[in-house]
């Protein structure tokens, strides 16, 4: 196990027990991390059950919409520093965007799944830098719909590759103070926004017959991930995206069934 005692880390984005940030929290916590976290306040019942549930995991959990300056400073003000790491589990598009065309996405719509799922990380990277020494790591969610046409996905597809360039911009812009920050791509996981995704039961169905590895990916493989990317392991890796997808995003053509 990758040895992460004596960092502090701040997780953004846990509505419940499935969310990726969720499990990330955990995997963090057994690797030794200080572990801070925050949610929207809709998941607050949801996120404080859990935390009674789980007291061992995490620090503090604040009420963060990442829209709202005032709440993002106030969180950063809470935890306080040093911090070592930030994860940025946040990510959303208007649900009427995955069906229809893409050309009849408003302005408003367009707008509200970039500036959530994108401009985000640009927004809380702003105040976290106040309290990141060097060698910290920031590090971000995507999905392969960023790079390539997934059905349905449309809308959070153009807000992910608005995210993966938006990693490749902030790392070297906060590279000159030793920071570094990277994109995991994950393959598909049952959570709540995946669920708004029509078809994405039957994208998980194939997953084992077509990904090269023939396995479904868990929000624990995205946590050892992160935890590898937490620490020093990874320290000369910034403005990438890794994938963690079984090698599906290598395939160019699906073998006959
Ligand atoms: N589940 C998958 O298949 C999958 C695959 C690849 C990448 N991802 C990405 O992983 C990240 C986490 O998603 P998840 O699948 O764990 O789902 P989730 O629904 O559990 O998490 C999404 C989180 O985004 C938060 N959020 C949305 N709008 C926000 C706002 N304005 N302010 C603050 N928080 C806000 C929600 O509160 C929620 O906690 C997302 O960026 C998602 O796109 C998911």
């Known amino acids: 196990m990758i040895a992460l005692t004596g960092k502090r880390v701040l ?8 969310s990726i ?38 620090t503090s959990a604040h009420r963060c919409d990442v829209t709202k300056d005032g ?6 003000e809470a935890v306080g520093g040093p911090l070592h790491a930030l994860i940025h589990g946040v990510g959303y598009a208007p649900p009427e965007t995955f069906m229809k065309p893409i050309y009849e996405v408003t302005p408003q719509e367009y707008s509200d799944a970039v500036v959530i799922s994108s401009h985000s990380l640009l927004r809380v990277t702003r105040v976290a830098l106040s309290y990141m020494p060097a060698s910290s790591s920031i590090v971000t969610m995507t999905y392969l719909g960023g790079q390539r046409v997934v059905p349905y996905y449309r809308m959070m597809g153009i807000a992910k590759a608005a995210l993966e360039a938006t990693v490749r911009e902030l ?11 990277n994109a995991i791509s994950a393959g598909p996981i049952k959570t709540l926004s995946a669920s708004a ?3 994405f039961d039957s994208m998980l169905e194939q997953y084992p017959q077509i990904s090269p590895l023939h396995a479904t990916i868990t929000p624990h493989d995205v946590a050892k991930m992160t935890a590898f ?4 392991l990874s320290d000369r890796v910034t403005g990438q995206v890794l994938f963690v997808d079984s090698g599906y995003s290598i395939l160019g053509a699906y073998p006959p069934s």
Not at 229 to 232: G, I, K, Q
């Open 11 to 18: 997780v953004l984005g846990v509505a419940n027990s499935d």
């Open 21 to 58: 940030a969720w499990a990330t929290a955990q995997g963090l916590a057994m690797c030794g991390a200080e572990v801070h976290i925050s949610y929207q306040q809709r998941f607050r019942s949801r996120v404080m059950q859990l935390l009674k549930e789980n007291p061992s995991v995490v």
């Open 71 to 76: 709440e993002i400073q106030q969180m950063f």
């Open 171 to 181: 790392a070297v812009d906060v590279g000159v103070h030793g920071i570094r920050v």
């Open 197 to 199: 995704l029509p078809m």
């Open 229 to 232: 990317l937490c620490s020093d």
